[in-house]
C-alpha cells in the first residue's frame, strides 16, 4: 500500500517525460511558460483567489471533470485532496462521514454542507449521481464550515456551480456510448432573449446496463441506472449594478442493486460466489427511485462603489423510493426453510427544505467584509417496512448448540435436520419519522489588510436552531406458530441452564475451564436464572420453583417474544433547542508576490437530537450538538512564473461530545445515539499544478488524514486509539494531460485511495487501491470527439464489505454484501458546439 501511495508521483513523471511523442517538453526559459488561471474562490461569504484562502479547499473546474472522464460527481470526488466516496453512496472530507460521522450510522443530521447552485441539500445527494454535464467548478472546502455555512458544516462542505447564462447564443450537443451499453444524451442551449435577459437550458440522460449479473435470475443488468439530469438557468441583468439569477434544476434516477455477494452467500451445490467477480443471488430486483428537484433565486445589486447588497432564496425536495432484497440471497441459497419469506424491505424517504439569506459585503483597499441573516426550515421524513429475522440465539444466549446437545441426550426428540433453524421472524413497520428544523443566524467574517503583507480574518456566527423530532415503529412477530413448535426445548433450554447439575455434569461442553464445585455450579445457576428473569417475568412465566424448576407452560415462549416486540412499538416525540456561537480567526501573510502562509482556528458543529431505542432501556435518549475545534496552517505559492502553484494545509481537529452509537447490554438491538466519544484528527494536504508551453499539464494531489478514537466506549468495547470507520489514511491523485485547444489532446489520471477499516474495531480493513483513467482526443472549431478508459489496467478492489459471519449462527440467515469498483470500460463521445 505505502509503496504504491510513493509511487504516483514517480509514476506521472515518468508519464510526462514520454509526452515527447506528441509534446514539446518545456525548456529553462521559463519565462514563455503560460500562467495557470487565476481561482477565484466563491463558495464562502467573501470571494478570495485561491492563493489568498487559509482554509483547506480543493477546486475541480470543467476541464478537469472532462478530462477524468467524470460522469457524475461521485468521479469528481476523486480529483480532490482528503474526500472520497465511502463505497456506499456517500462520501467522507477528512475521514468524516458526511451522512453520519464517524460510524455509518451515526445522527439524524449530516456532517457536511452541500450546496448547488446556492441550494442548500442534504449530503446524501451523491446518492442520486449529480451529473456533471454543464457545471462550471465544484469547491471542496476541508474542515469546519460552520462559521460560514451553519449547522451540520463539522467535517466541510461541497459546493457545486453550474454554468450561468451569457449574452450570446451558444449550444452543444453530445452523444457518446460505451461498454456495458452506455449510452449518453446531452444537450445544452444558451440564447439572449433580449438586451438584458438571458436563457440557459441543459440537460442528459446517462443510461448504462452495469457490470452486476445476478446468478439466480441469469440478468446482466442487475446494477442498470438510468439518470435524466435537467436544469434552466434565467439571468436578469438590466444594468451594471442589478442582477437576478433564478434556476430550477431536477435531477432523476433509477438504479438496480449494486450489492455483491459475499463468503456467507456460498452453499454447496448452489452457488459459489467468487470475490473477484461482479456477481449476486438475489431473488427481489432491486429499484432504487431517487429524484430531487431545486430551485434558487439570486438577487445581486450593487448599492455603492463598496457595498453589495445578495438575497439567495432556495428551496429542494428530494424523493427517495427504494425496494431491496433485505437478506441479499435467494430463498435455494438459505439453510432456513422460510428464507421465501423475509426477503423484501420497501423505504421511502422525503426532504423539503427552504431557505433565505440576505448577506451585505463590504470592499475597500483594506477591508473586505460580509455581514447577514441567514434563515432556513426543513423537513426529513423516512419511513419503512420489512421483515426482519433474527437467530433465536440473538435473545437467548446458545439457544441453539444447548438445545441441539440436549436432543442428543434424548431430552426430547432430534432435529429432522439436525439443528434447529427455527428463528423469530418479526414484521418493522416504521410509522413515520421525521425532523422538523428551523434555524436563524447572524453572520459576519471580514479580512483585514493591516499591512501590505498581512492580513488578519475574523469570523463568527450565532446560530439558533430548533428541532422537532417524532418517530413511531411498530413490530408484530409473524411466525408464532413455528415458535410454538419448540416451545417444549426452551423450557428444557431454561431448566437445564438453571441448574446448578447442569455446570458440574456438563463443564467441558459449556466452556467452563474446570468443574465447578456445588457451591459454585449453584452460584452460576443462580445468576444465569436471573440473567433470564426479565424475559420469563416479561412473559408471565411462572418462576416461583426457583432456579432449575421454571414451571414453562404451552405459549410461554411466544408470551415472552411477543413482549419484546411490544417493547418494541413505540412512538415518541421531543423538541430541542439549541443556540451556539461560532468563531473564527485567522492570519495570513505574503512573505513575497508568490509565497503566503496563514494560520487559522474555527469552530464547527453538529446539531443535537433524539434516538429511538425500542428495544432498550432508554426507549428515547436524547443527544447534544457536538463540537470541533480546529487548527490549520496553510502554505500557497507559485513558482516559474505562475506556472506552477504549490499548495499544501497541515490541520488538528479536537472533536467533543462526540455523538456515537452506543449499545448497551452487549445486545445489538439495545443500541442509541448519544454524546460518548472524543477524537482527534490531523492531516496534511497537498496541492501541485503546472502548465507549460505546448499544452503540457501536470498535476497531483495527496492527503494523509490520521482519525483516531480518545474516548469512545460501548457495551464491552472499547474503541480509544482505534481510526474511525471508512477513513483512509491515504488519499492521492496524479495525472499528466496534453491540450493545445484544437488539435489532439491527452490525458491519463491515477486516483489512488489507501487501505481503510471497515469497522470500527479495526478488525477488517479494505485493501488500498488505484484506478487510472485514460482519454484521448481531437478538438476542431466546432466539434471534438474523445474516446476513454476507465480502470485502464482493470483493477480489482473492494470498496465496502459487510459480513453476517458473527449473525446468523448454525446457518446461513443473510449473505454478505460487498461493493467493488467497476471493471475495466470503455466508450466513445462525440461533441458539436455552435
Not at 449530516?110 to 465544484?138: E, Q
Not at 416504521?430 to 453572520?443: K, M, V
Not at 428473569?533 to 412465566?541: K, W
Not at 466546432?782 to 448454525?810: C, I, M, P
Amino acid at each position: 500500500m505505502t509503496n504504491s501511495f510513493l509511487r504516483l508521483p514517480l509514476y506521472c513523471a515518468i508519464l510526462g517525460m514520454s509526452q515527447g511523442a506528441f509534446a514539446e517538453m518545456p525548456t529553462t526559459e521559463t519565462s514563455n511558460s503560460p500562467e495557470l488561471d487565476t481561482i477565484i474562490v466563491s463558495g464562502g461569504k467573501i470571494e478570495r483567489d485561491l492563493q489568498k484562502t487559509i482554509t483547506g479547499i480543493s477546486v475541480v473546474d470543467s476541464e478537469m471533470i472532462e478530462a477524468n472522464n467524470s460522469f457524475d460527481l461521485n468521479d469528481a470526488l476523486f480529483l480532490t485532496s482528503n474526500a472520497r466516496p465511502n463505497g456506499r453512496d456517500g462520501f467522507t472530507i477528512r475521514g468524516i462521514n458526511a451522512e453520519g460521522g464517524p460510524s455509518s450510522d451515526v445522527s439524524t443530521a449530516d456532517t457536511a454542507g452541500f450546496v448547488l447552485d446556492g441550494a442548500y441539500l442534504d449530503a446524501d445527494l451523491l446518492s442520486t449521481g449529480l451529473s456533471m454535464w454543464d457545471i462550471n467548478s465544484i469547491e471542496v472546502f476541508k474542515g469546519p464550515q460552520s462559521t460560514s455555512q451553519g449547522k451540520n458544516s463539522l467535517a466541510g462542505t461541497v459546493v457545486v456551480k453550474s454554468n450561468d447564462p451569457v449574452f450570446d447564443t451558444e449550444g452543444s450537443v453530445r452523444l457518446g456510448y460505451g461498454s456495458d451499453n452506455t449510452q449518453i444524451t446531452s444537450l445544452m442551449f444558451n440564447t439572449a432573449l433580449t438586451n438584458d435577459l438571458a436563457l440557459r437550458v441543459a440537460g442528459e440522460r446517462f443510461y448504462t446496463d452495469g457490470q452486476v449479473t445476478n446468478k439466480y435470475t441469469g440478468k446482466d443488468d442487475e446494477a442498470k441506472k438510468e439518470h435524466y439530469n435537467g436544469r434552466i438557468k434565467l439571468l436578469f441583468q438590466p444594468s451594471e449594478t442589478l442582477s437576478v439569477l433564478a434556476t430550477i434544476g431536477q435531477d432523476k434516477v433509477e438504479k438496480g442493486d449494486e450489492r455483491l455477494c459475499g463468503i456467507n452467500a456460498n452453499k454447496t451445490g448452489v452457488f459459489t460466489c467468487n470475490d473477484e467477480k461482479l456477481e449476486t443471488f438475489h431473488d427481489i430486483e432491486g429499484d432504487y427511485k431517487k429524484r430531487l428537484n431545486y430551485q434558487s433565486l439570486k438577487i445581486q445589486a450593487q448599492i455603492s462603489d463598496a457595498i453589495t447588497l445578495t438575497s439567495t432564496t432556495s428551496h429542494s425536495t428530494k424523493t427517495d423510493d427504494d425496494k431491496m432484497d433485505a437478506d441479499h440471497l435467494a430463498p435455494s441459497n438459505s439453510d432456513y426453510a422460510g428464507a421465501a419469506g423475509i426477503g423484501t424491505r420497501v423505504q421511502n424517504e422525503k426532504d423539503n427544505s427552504i431557505s433565505q439569506e440576505f448577506r451585505f459585503t463590504f470592499d475597500s483597499e483594506t477591508v473586505r467584509a460580509s455581514a447577514g441573516y441567514f434563515y432556513s426550515q426543513s423537513k426529513e421524513e423516512r419511513a419503512y417496512d420489512f421483515l426482519l429475522a433474527n437467530p433465536l440465539n440473538a435473545y437467548l444466549p446458545n439457544f441453539y448448540e444447548v438445545t441441539s446437545l440436549l436432543a442428543g441426550l434424548g431430552a426430547f426428540a432430534p432435529y429432522t435436520n439436525g439443528y434447529s433453524d427455527t428463528i423469530l421472524e418479526t414484521n418493522y413497520v416504521d410509522e413515520g419519522s421525521s425532523r422538523e428544523t428551523t434555524n436563524h443566524a447572524l453572520f459576519m467574517e471580514a479580512d483585514w489588510d493591516i499591512t501590505e503583507a498581512t492580513t488578519l480574518l475574523f469570523g463568527l456566527r450565532l446560530d439558533h436552531e430548533r428541532n422537532r423530532n417524532t418517530a413511531g415503529i411498530t413490530a408484530q412477530n409473524v411466525n408464532q406458530a413455528d415458535i410454538e413448535a419448540i416451545n417444549t426445548q426452551a423450557g428444557a433450554y431454561f431448566n437445564t441452564l438453571t441448574s446448578a447439575g447442569t455446570y458440574q455434569m456438563y463443564w467441558e461442553q459449556l466452556g467452563l475451564a474446570a468443574a465447578p464445585s456445588a457451591e459454585q455450579a449453584a452460584g452460576i445457576a443462580q445468576a444465569t436464572f436471573n440473567s433470564f428473569l426479565p424475559y420469563l417475568t416479561a412473559g408471565n412465566v411462572d418462576v416461583t420453583g426457583g432456579p432449575g424448576a421454571i414451571n414453562f407452560q404451552p405459549g410461554d415462549l411466544n408470551n415472552m417474544l411477543n413482549s419484546l416486540a411490544a417493547g418494541a412499538s413505540n412512538t415518541t416525540k421531543k423538541d430541542t433547542t439549541h443556540s451556539v456561537l461560532l468563531p473564527k480567526f485567522g492570519i495570513r501573510h505574503q512573505f513575497t508576490d508568490d509565497i503566503g502562509a496563514g494560520y487559522l482556528i474555527s469552530r464547527g458543529y453538529r446539531s443535537g437530537g433524539i434516538s429511538l431505542n425500542p428495544t432498550g432501556v432508554k426507549p428515547t435518549v436524547e443527544y447534544n450538538p457536538e463540537f470541533v475545534t480546529n487548527h490549520e496552517l496553510s502554505f500557497r505559492s507559485t513558482w516559474l512564473d505562475k506556472s506552477l502553484t504549490a499548495n499544501a494545509n497541515v490541520y488538528y481537529m479536537e472533536w467533543e461530545d462526540q455523538q456515537v452509537q452506543v449499545i448497551g447490554n452487549n445486545n445489538i438491538y439495545d443500541r442509541y445515539i448519544d454524546n460518548a466519544g472524543s477524537s482527534t484528527l490531523k492531516g496534511i494536504e497537498l496541492d501541485i499544478a503546472y502548465r507549460g508551453k505546448s499544452g503540457l499539464q501536470l498535476f497531483t494531489n495527496a492527503a494523509i488524514a490520521k482519525t483516531r478514537y480518545e474516548d469512545f466506549t460501548t457495551g464491552n468495547k472499547n474503541y480509544k486509539g482505534n481510526q474511525f470507520q471508512n477513513a483512509p489514511e491515504k488519499t492521492m491523485t496524479a495525472g499528466i494531460g496534453f491540450d493545445q485547444g484544437m488539435g489532439f489532446n491527452a490525458y491519463i489520471i491515477a486516483n489512488h485511495t489507501g487501505e481503510s477499516y471497515l469497522n470500527n474495531e479495526n478488525t477488517k480493513k479494505l485493501a488500498a487501491y488505484t484506478v487510472t483513467n485514460l482519454r484521448l482526443g481531437y478538438q476542431a472549431d466546432v466539434w471534438k470527439l474523445h474516446g476513454y478508459v476507465n480502470n485502464v489496467f482493470d483493477r480489482q478492489a473492494k470498496t465496502y464489505s459487510y459480513t453476517y459471519e458473527d449473525y446468523s449462527g448454525d446457518f446461513t440467515l443473510y449473505g454478505d454484501r460487498n461493493h467493488r469498483i467497476p471493471l475495466r470500460s470503455m466508450g466513445l463521445i462525440a461533441q458539436y458546439d455552435f
